[in-house]
């Protein structure tokens, strides 16, 4: 619904509410949808005609045919950043100090430029080596551009060049006598500090927080635009990937979730999302700004002439309707159909269940030699008795509801057959792929309600799984015990200090006792030197 009121930045807010992405640029609207093809058709609005959008059914991107004019104030900018002017140094711009050529006419000459200059500097330095006869400036868009007489043939660099001022500007000779810059150049880059004033478009960044995903982000004083997208790519929480588009001065943001899916972005007690266009702020209300954020496309494909859009190549049952099948998508088909045979993938199933018993024997043989006579944990019995019921469980009827397969053994899982090199054969588990196989092809539901059962009524392998999660939990037995071993040691360690405290009293016994004789004796020897002096 378009108000005769309405500004162009209310437009196009009006496009991002019904999920378009829509920005101005150098007067140019630009609609884009991850979904499919954008079309505006009816209404008694002349708005795409008076805007020039061009209905020419190109997939997903719409732009208009011609330049408008009209800017709103409340326009979003494609960069964040400000545009270079000529106050901008070099050293901002990542350009390195060193020599660059510049050759008027065939005539080479090389200027030097180092990393602390001004933009206005390398201006002036230009026009010195070519007494004039070249200008430099810097468009309004932040484009350098390098201007000679009509006639004049201009060109940029040679392989003596030590700086690299040519690719950071993007300067291309081309025969002409004027070179201008195939990008923008802007007041920040990577390593600008996120909080340094009079950068960016929408003002300055201040210190607080934000949130990325599920994930808390802190800007510091220190904090710059590249440890920023670091710690976004190493925090999980966020579930979202980050980096610094340099040629369109912007921070893009990617969903790690496959699909056409948005990353929740919030504000906190910093402006960054704001300032960075990640959210939008109208009459208080903050939204999600998608056009900073980089979408995938969701999956499309058509089953059985149903036609299914997912927001992931992973298209499982839920989603197609087909109990037990899930679709990888793979690519595109350019045409016909792709058929697809589902059949059981029993060897996947073989693998796994002896994956399962592997694992079992390993631990009945650990538990077995830790429990013996020469055992860290010999007569351990609350683990012995751990042990011997896991084996109960694995050799006892199953209780799940099959009615076919009464215990592992009729399905071809036993002690028959276990290697001799196993330290406890009498309790390892060996399978019969064949007996497994046959039993598979009998009843492959009753198998599963043996070895898995349901959430009321678990199978083997599952109460085996319930019983160690639960010796393994914050409860169980290796926890409780290693607290009580740990209070063993602390009252071993109360009983040494205070045997240490009577050894350290008598020790201080016996020297005063030791200190006293000493002195006896001694005045013992002076009395008697004394008395036989007076004879």
Avoid: C
């Avoid at 009006?14 to 920005?23: L, S």
């Avoid at 810059?181 to 996120?194: H, N, Q, R």
């Avoid at 992973?314 to 059949?343: A, F, H, M, Q």
């Amino acid at each position: 619904n378009i108000e005769d009121d309405d500004t162009i930045g209310d437009v196009l807010q009006k496009f991002r509410d019904i999920g378009v992405t829509a920005y101005l640029e150098d007067g140019v609207i630009t609609l884009h949808n991850g979904l499919g093809q954008i079309q505006i058709t009816g209404g008694s609005s002349n708005l795409a005609d008076n805007l020039k959008l061009n209905n020419s059914g190109v997939e997903q991107w719409m732009q208009n045919d011609e330049e408008i004019t009209v800017i709103s104030d409340e326009v979003r900018y494609l960069s964040i950043v400000k545009y270079a002017d000529n106050s901008t140094t070099l050293e901002t711009l990542d350009v390195v100090s060193g020599d660059f050529s510049l050759g008027v006419n065939g005539a080479i000459v090389n200027i030097y430029v180092d990393s602390t200059d001004t933009i206005q500097n390398v201006i002036s330095r230009v026009s010195q080596a070519t007494n004039g006869s070249v200008t430099a400036s810097l468009t309004s868009d932040g484009r350098f551009t390098l201007e000679a007489a009509d006639g004049v043939e201009l060109l940029i660099g040679t392989s003596t060049d030590t700086t690299n001022i040519a690719t950071i500007f993007n300067l291309t000779s081309n025969g002409s006598n004027k070179i201008v810059g195939e990008t923008s150049l802007y007041k920040a880059s990577a390593a600008s500090k996120i909080t340094q004033s009079g950068i960016f478009r929408l003002g300055d960044v201040t210190e607080g927080t934000f949130t990325i995903g599920n994930a808390e982000f802190t800007i510091t004083s220190e904090t710059t635009i590249s440890s920023l997208v670091n710690e976004i790519n190493r925090n999980e929480a966020a579930n979202a990937s980050a980096y610094w588009d340099n040629i369109n001065g912007k921070l893009v943001i990617t969903s790690n979730s496959l699909g056409a899916s948005y990353v929740n972005i919030q504000s906190g007690t910093s402006n960054i999302a704001e300032i960075f266009g990640l959210v939008t702020v109208d009459n208080n209300v903050e939204r999600l700004a998608t056009y900073n954020q980089a979408l995938g496309n969701n999956a499309i494909v058509t089953i059985n002439g149903t036609r299914i859009v997912a927001t992931s190549n992973t298209i499982t049952s839920d989603v197609s309707r087909i109990e037990g099948l899930t679709v990888n998508v793979k690519e595109v088909t350019e045409s016909g159909y792709v058929t697809i045979t589902v059949e059981r993938d029993t060897q996947g199933i073989i693998d796994a269940v002896q994956e399962t018993l592997d694992a079992y024997n390993t631990l009945i043989s650990e538990l077995t030699s830790a429990l013996s006579i020469s055992g860290d944990l010999h007569g351990d019995t609350a683990l012995n008795g751990l042990k011997n019921q896991i084996v109960s469980m694995l050799t006892s009827k199953g209780t799940n509801g099959t009615t076919k397969f009464r215990n592992l053994a009729a399905v071809g899982i036993s002690t028959e057959g276990a290697s001799s090199s196993m330290t406890s054969d009498i309790y390892s588990l060996y399978l019969n792929t064949e007996k497994f196989t046959n039993a598979l092809n009998e009843s492959e539901n009753d198998v599963k309600l043996l070895l898995v059962g349901s959430v009321d009524n678990p199978g083997i392998f599952t109460r085996v799984e319930n019983l160690i999660e639960e010796m393994l939990s914050s409860a169980g037995y290796f926890t409780t015990k290693n607290n009580s071993i740990n209070r063993d040691i602390a009252n071993y360690d109360t009983q040494i200090a205070k045997a240490s405290a009577k050894v350290d009293f008598y020790k201080s016994m016996l020297e005063n006792k030791f200190s006293n004789m000493e002195l006896l004796y001694s005045n013992m020897r002076s009395n008697y030197s004394n008395f036989f002096s007076g004879i």
